[in-house]
């Protein structure tokens, strides 16, 4: 049942190229006066991302009185600057499958990702991360995970094996898919965001997420701050459902995170995780507003 | 209505020998109407004295609006001590940024978050209202209508127009009109260009004939090449608004902190020297100024 490398291989091959125009656009705002028009020809160049791109400035969210019907109205109307970040939110969720055979829950899935994405970006924020670098740490998280999307997709009766072995044994799935896969998604998603040409520090902050391997220190903020949020939401998760059911050992395991963490994290964060959680308590509020920037398709944001 | 500009500095406050004549204090501008309904426009450092002369008569109501939530704009709020008593009512308007899908209580506290600042904004005493924009949303204050209006800066940006017993006064915020992002020789080029004469109709549609604007014009025609897309007005673009417009009078604001008295006294010289000016009486926002009307 372990897969090759081999087979990885085509599996990433066969995961739609990221939209091309994502990766520009990535590119493109990473230097911080980027031209305008540059930024709207290729928005206007992918017809998705460009009504994507409408329909969210057209909703409620911004509550505009006219109508916007083109990527030039919008940038006129709005800004170029805020142009710049609703595509980037929008432009790097439309890329995966939407469900699977597997049995991988995908709303948990979206959830899980959403909240990291969120976690990262409020700590990068916390630690004066640049406002144009703190999309990079939103999409950290919301990738950080996509590794999982692909097993489920492409090997969904070996992934579903993996999923019960996870649960029956009550251990990490990414330890779960190393032993009967070879491989953990953790790999796999490395691979797919290199095949998309993501940032470097983008790359190794999914590739690092469960492990930061050796060299510690060398890990770039991005890494560090993915691998944080990915434990904070993991810790928040433990001890809501500590309190729903009174189950001592879901703090037990909740501290034992907190416990465990690395030592880079510990000093890149500054707080223990059960600090970092007080910290977060509107985190719902939060990850309900950046619901509107994932799924469009769902109608309008009501708020 | 009487308005009183509070605050006509931009970026930063500049207390100073040098800044003695024109003022030091950020963003802010007070209106009380005839019946006395307090409307504040911006909290910049202009608003804590504007607090302090409040609190001598509590209780204190009044609506701020924030045009926006960059520094100069929100800083003096922390302030403004009608905020920490109770029996006070605040009313506080502004636009929910949608890029960083915050709203403004959340954007207001975590200004207050206690690295930054001793008092929460749980603290805070007084009945506060917060209230998220949406653009040509009329507000009633008493006996005056507030609406706003989006105009181009970095970030989302409401100016305001406030309209009481046939009055009517307009402020920008921050605002830098529109450029065309293309050269005329691209193809897009024309079609923009239609677009921006476009958004710039609206604006000049909405404050046709007001009264008296205080408008944004952080620099001049010669400093302005270098700060194309930084969000901010010219006293060029000033005058152009105040010429499609026809505004009564136009009071040049958001003074660039570098500028001494003597500076902004030379330059608004030169610029009443020019000789396209149309009939608006213009004047240098001062701190302290109040304009009956
Ligand atoms: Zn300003
Ligand atoms: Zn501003």
Redesign the pocket.
């Given at each position: 049942m372990p897969i090759n490398r081999d087979q990885l291989i085509e599996m990433v091959d066969k995961i739609p190229t990221f939209q091309e125009s994502v990766h520009r656009i990535l590119a493109l705002t990473t230097s911080p006066d980027c031209a305008a028009k540059d930024l709207v020809q290729v928005i206007e160049h992918d017809p998705i991302l460009t009504i994507k791109v409408l329909k969210l400035v057209n909703s409620a969210y911004f509550g505009l009185s006219q109508e916007v019907t083109s990527v030039n109205h919008s940038v006129v109307y709005v800004g170029i600057n805020t142009i710049k970040n609703v595509a980037i939110s929008v432009a790097t969720t439309g890329a995966l499958p939407k469900n699977n055979k597997a049995g991988l829950n995908m709303n948990r899935f979206w959830a899980h990702s959403l909240a990291v994405g969120v976690i990262a970006k409020l700590l990068a924020e916390n630690k004066g991360v640049g406002k144009n670098e703190q999309a990079n740490y939103f999409v950290g998280g919301l990738l950080h995970d996509i590794g999982k999307v692909l097993f489920a997709h492409f090997i969904p009766a070996e992934y579903q094996a993996v999923l019960h072995k996870a649960e029956s044994e009550n251990i990490s799935l990414h330890l779960a898919e190393k032993e009967l896969l070879g491989f953990d998604h953790s790999e796999i998603g490395a691979m797919v965001a290199q095949k998309w040409q993501l940032p470097a520090d983008l790359i190794d902050s999914i590739k690092s997420h469960h492990r930061l391997g050796k060299q510690d220190s060398q890990h770039c903020p991005l890494s560090l701050a993915i691998y944080a949020a990915n434990q904070t939401a993991h810790y928040i998760e433990l001890t809501k459902e500590a309190s729903e059911s009174e189950a001592e050992n879901l703090l037990a395991q909740a501290a034992k995170i907190d416990h465990e963490l690395p030592e880079a994290v510990k000093e890149w964060l500054g707080w223990p995780l059960s600090e970092v959680c007080k910290w977060l308590s509107n985190l719902d509020d939060e990850i309900e507003k950046a619901l509107a920037f994932i799924d469009l398709s769902e109608g309008e944001p009501t708020s | 209505m009487i308005i009183n500009l509070r605050g006509v500095r931009?970026?930063i406050p500049v207390p100073g020998k040098d800044t003695v004549k024109y003022g030091g204090n950020?963003?802010c501008i007070e209106i009380t109407t005839d019946e006395g309904d307090k409307i504040i426009i911006d909290g910049g450092s202009g608003i804590r004295p504007l607090g302090n002369e409040l609190m001598k008569q509590l209780p204190v109501s009044c609506s701020i609006f924030i045009t926006h939530t960059?520094w100069?704009?929100i800083q003096g709020l922390p302030f403004f001590l009608p905020l920490f008593v109770p029996g006070n009512n605040i009313d506080i308007y502004g636009s929910f940024d949608p890029v960083y899908m915050k709203d403004l209580k959340t954007i207001l506290a975590q200004q207050m978050e206690y690295c930054y600042f001793p008092v929460r904004e749980s603290e805070l005493n007084a009945n506060i209202s917060y209230n998220n924009l949406k653009e040509g949303e009329a507000i009633t204050v008493g006996s005056a209508i507030v609406t706003p209006l989006l105009i181009n800066h970095p970030v989302l940006n409401f100016g305001y127009k406030v309209e009481s017993n046939g009055k009517s006064f307009f402020f920008t915020g921050?605002y830098e009109p529109p450029l065309n992002i293309y050269e005329p020789e691209d193809e897009a080029y024309a079609e923009y260009q239609r677009l921006v004469d476009q958004q710039k109709k609206i604006l000049t549609d909405f404050i046709q004939g007001v009264d008296v604007v205080v408008a944004d014009c952080q620099y001049t025609r010669d400093e302005y090449p270098s700060k194309k897309g930084w969000g901010h007005g010219t006293h060029d673009s000033c005058i152009e608004m105040a010429r499609d417009a026809n505004l009564g009078a136009l009071y040049f604001t958001?003074h660039d902190p570098t500028r001494t008295d003597q500076e902004l006294d030379s330059i608004y010289d030169d610029v009443m020297s020019r000789s396209d000016l149309p009939p608006t009486k213009f004047f240098i926002a001062m701190e302290g100024t109040e304009i009956k009307l």
């Amino acid at each position: 049942m372990p897969i090759n490398r081999d087979q990885l291989i085509e599996m990433v091959d066969k995961i739609p190229t990221f939209q091309e125009s994502v990766h520009r656009i990535l590119a493109l705002t990473t230097s911080p006066d980027c031209a305008a028009k540059d930024l709207v020809q290729v928005i206007e160049h992918d017809p998705i991302l460009t009504i994507k791109v409408l329909k969210l400035v057209n909703s409620a969210y911004f509550g505009l009185s006219q109508e916007v019907t083109s990527v030039n109205h919008s940038v006129v109307y709005v800004g170029i600057n805020t142009i710049k970040n609703v595509a980037i939110s929008v432009a790097t969720t439309g890329a995966l499958p939407k469900n699977n055979k597997a049995g991988l829950n995908m709303n948990r899935f979206w959830a899980h990702s959403l909240a990291v994405g969120v976690i990262a970006k409020l700590l990068a924020e916390n630690k004066g991360v640049g406002k144009n670098e703190q999309a990079n740490y939103f999409v950290g998280g919301l990738l950080h995970d996509i590794g999982k999307v692909l097993f489920a997709h492409f090997i969904p009766a070996e992934y579903q094996a993996v999923l019960h072995k996870a649960e029956s044994e009550n251990i990490s799935l990414h330890l779960a898919e190393k032993e009967l896969l070879g491989f953990d998604h953790s790999e796999i998603g490395a691979m797919v965001a290199q095949k998309w040409q993501l940032p470097a520090d983008l790359i190794d902050s999914i590739k690092s997420h469960h492990r930061l391997g050796k060299q510690d220190s060398q890990h770039c903020p991005l890494s560090l701050a993915i691998y944080a949020a990915n434990q904070t939401a993991h810790y928040i998760e433990l001890t809501k459902e500590a309190s729903e059911s009174e189950a001592e050992n879901l703090l037990a395991q909740a501290a034992k995170i907190d416990h465990e963490l690395p030592e880079a994290v510990k000093e890149w964060l500054g707080w223990p995780l059960s600090e970092v959680c007080k910290w977060l308590s509107n985190l719902d509020d939060e990850i309900e507003k950046a619901l509107a920037f994932i799924d469009l398709s769902e109608g309008e944001p009501t708020s | 209505m009487i308005i009183n500009l509070r605050g006509v500095r931009g970026s930063i406050p500049v207390p100073g020998k040098d800044t003695v004549k024109y003022g030091g204090n950020t963003t802010c501008i007070e209106i009380t109407t005839d019946e006395g309904d307090k409307i504040i426009i911006d909290g910049g450092s202009g608003i804590r004295p504007l607090g302090n002369e409040l609190m001598k008569q509590l209780p204190v109501s009044c609506s701020i609006f924030i045009t926006h939530t960059h520094w100069d704009h929100i800083q003096g709020l922390p302030f403004f001590l009608p905020l920490f008593v109770p029996g006070n009512n605040i009313d506080i308007y502004g636009s929910f940024d949608p890029v960083y899908m915050k709203d403004l209580k959340t954007i207001l506290a975590q200004q207050m978050e206690y690295c930054y600042f001793p008092v929460r904004e749980s603290e805070l005493n007084a009945n506060i209202s917060y209230n998220n924009l949406k653009e040509g949303e009329a507000i009633t204050v008493g006996s005056a209508i507030v609406t706003p209006l989006l105009i181009n800066h970095p970030v989302l940006n409401f100016g305001y127009k406030v309209e009481s017993n046939g009055k009517s006064f307009f402020f920008t915020g921050d605002y830098e009109p529109p450029l065309n992002i293309y050269e005329p020789e691209d193809e897009a080029y024309a079609e923009y260009q239609r677009l921006v004469d476009q958004q710039k109709k609206i604006l000049t549609d909405f404050i046709q004939g007001v009264d008296v604007v205080v408008a944004d014009c952080q620099y001049t025609r010669d400093e302005y090449p270098s700060k194309k897309g930084w969000g901010h007005g010219t006293h060029d673009s000033c005058i152009e608004m105040a010429r499609d417009a026809n505004l009564g009078a136009l009071y040049f604001t958001h003074h660039d902190p570098t500028r001494t008295d003597q500076e902004l006294d030379s330059i608004y010289d030169d610029v009443m020297s020019r000789s396209d000016l149309p009939p608006t009486k213009f004047f240098i926002a001062m701190e302290g100024t109040e304009i009956k009307l």
